[in-house]
């Protein structure tokens, strides 16, 4: 086997001759698709299956699906999936009434997926909403602390995975104290360790079974004051593997981001000199994706057994009546106003 240790996006709605290309000679491990990408359900149907067969092979591909305002497969097409917040809302309510209807939102969001052929959700958030910070977090957290955030981030993963796709928890190891959007500059939170171990490092420790994990491209001062996570022997060997005890594959955030400088070759080698296992990629410019190609390496190993694991937890699919499931998480929404779904 000589996967590569990368995952790409690409530019359209259908595969051009030149990514055919690429992608047959890259072997990436999976692929990620965006807005960009989906047209309606016939066309993602038969883009899911022109990518495997492309790679020859029942590859992962990846899609952020967490609901609100970061979901790639809209309305009318799709089901508008509320943001984690209301269900951290209704879980202050009704903790049971919480967990249940994120569990029932995420298995049906796995339907939704796994009949266009995704089989991979970059969800559930486990981040903190942190008041005063950076915007690019906020709705999308199911909590200002980490037991709701805990509780509902394990519902949510058990929602998918029961209906075959594969969980990514995010952003390891806590993105809600930046201060700046990491898509436009590399942030830096300057907090000690011991809070940070308290309460933004918490909800990923409660949920280090997960089978994957994307990085924080963020500088945590007080543990590394120069590389960001994504970089960071010491994040990712002493923080995530260590006190985290996360040991499935770790993936980078997308390396096109601009908290990332360098070189897309010299991005994705630091990243993998750190300890991540896997490269993401996503923006599909095929300049920038020669360049990660030529700094990924191919899965062997421990990143390997991850990787495997990982594809593994794409495997069970349960019984599943998407109206009934539906109509009961509408009547356990309907306690947090205007949150019904459409």
């Given at each position: 086997?000589?996967?590569?240790?990368?995952?790409?996006?690409?530019?359209?709605?259908?595969?051009?001759?030149?990514?055919?290309?690429?992608?047959?000679?890259?072997?990436?491990?999976?692929?990620?698709?965006?807005?960009?990408?989906?047209?309606?359900?016939?066309?993602?149907?038969?883009?899911?299956?022109?990518?495997?067969?492309?790679?020859?092979?029942?590859?992962?591909?990846?899609?952020?699906?967490?609901?609100?305002?970061?979901?790639?497969?809209?309305?009318?097409?799709?089901?508008?999936?509320?943001?984690?917040?209301?269900?951290?809302?209704?879980?202050?309510?009704?903790?049971?009434?919480?967990?249940?209807?994120?569990?029932?939102?995420?298995?049906?969001?796995?339907?939704?997926?796994?009949?266009?052929?995704?089989?991979?959700?970059?969800?559930?958030?486990?981040?903190?909403?942190?008041?005063?910070?950076?915007?690019?977090?906020?709705?999308?957290?199911?909590?200002?602390?980490?037991?709701?955030?805990?509780?509902?981030?394990?519902?949510?993963?058990?929602?998918?995975?029961?209906?075959?796709?594969?969980?990514?928890?995010?952003?390891?190891?806590?993105?809600?104290?930046?201060?700046?959007?990491?898509?436009?500059?590399?942030?830096?939170?300057?907090?000690?360790?011991g809070l940070?171990?308290?309460?933004?490092?918490?909800?990923f420790k409660?949920?280090?079974?997960?089978?994957?994990?994307?990085?924080?491209?963020?500088?945590?001062?007080?543990?590394?004051?120069?590389?960001?996570?994504?970089?960071?022997?010491?994040?990712?060997?002493?923080?995530?593997?260590?006190?985290?005890?996360?040991?499935?594959l770790i993936?980078?955030?997308?390396?096109?981001?601009?908290?990332?400088?360098?070189?897309?070759?010299?991005?994705?080698?630091?990243?993998?000199?750190?300890?991540?296992?896997?490269?993401?990629?996503?923006?599909?410019?095929?300049?920038?994706?020669?360049?990660?190609?030529?700094?990924?390496?191919?899965?062997?190993?421990?990143?390997?057994?991850?990787?495997?694991?990982?594809?593994?937890?794409?495997?069970?699919?349960?019984?599943?009546?998407?109206?009934?499931?539906?109509?009961?998480?509408?009547?356990?929404?309907?306690?947090?106003?205007?949150?019904?779904?459409?």
């Amino acid at each position: 086997m000589s996967l590569s240790s990368a995952i790409y996006g690409l530019q359209g709605l259908t595969l051009s001759a030149d990514e055919k290309a690429f992608f047959r000679d890259a072997d990436p491990w999976g692929f990620i698709l965006f807005a960009r990408n989906v047209e309606g359900v016939r066309q993602l149907s038969r883009l899911t299956l022109e990518l495997r067969d492309c790679v020859g092979r029942d590859a992962p591909i990846l899609i952020d699906q967490e609901g609100g305002r970061v979901a790639r497969l809209k309305p009318p097409a799709w089901r508008k999936a509320p943001p984690a917040q209301v269900f951290g809302d209704l879980f202050l309510k009704d903790e049971e009434a919480g967990i249940e209807a994120t569990r029932i939102n995420h298995r049906l969001l796995a339907h939704e997926l796994r009949t266009v052929g995704l089989d991979v959700d970059c969800a559930p958030v486990a981040d903190l909403r942190i008041e005063g910070a950076d915007a690019i977090i906020g709705d999308r957290a199911f909590g200002t602390t980490p037991e709701p955030i805990a509780h509902l981030g394990r519902a949510a993963m058990e929602g998918l995975m029961a209906g075959g796709v594969a969980p990514i928890i995010k952003h390891v190891p806590g993105h809600g104290r930046a201060q700046a959007d990491s898509h436009l500059e590399l942030p830096v939170v300057p907090e000690e360790h011991g809070l940070l171990s308290e309460t933004d490092f918490a909800p990923f420790k409660a949920l280090n079974d997960a089978p994957m994990a994307m990085t924080a491209h963020i500088v945590y001062a007080d543990i590394d004051d120069e590389n960001p996570a994504t970089q960071s022997a010491e994040l990712i060997g002493r923080i995530i593997r260590g006190e985290i005890g996360f040991d499935g594959l770790i993936m980078t955030d997308d390396l096109s981001m601009k908290a990332l400088s360098g070189s897309f070759r010299e991005r994705g080698e630091r990243s993998l000199a750190a300890g991540c296992d896997m490269l993401l990629h996503c923006n599909g410019e095929m300049a920038e994706m020669i360049a990660v190609a030529e700094g990924a390496t191919t899965l062997t190993g421990k990143a390997l057994d991850r990787a495997l694991a990982a594809e593994a937890a794409r495997d069970r699919i349960e019984e599943f009546d998407p109206d009934e499931a539906e109509s009961r998480l509408n009547d356990l929404l309907a306690p947090v106003s205007g949150t019904a779904m459409s």
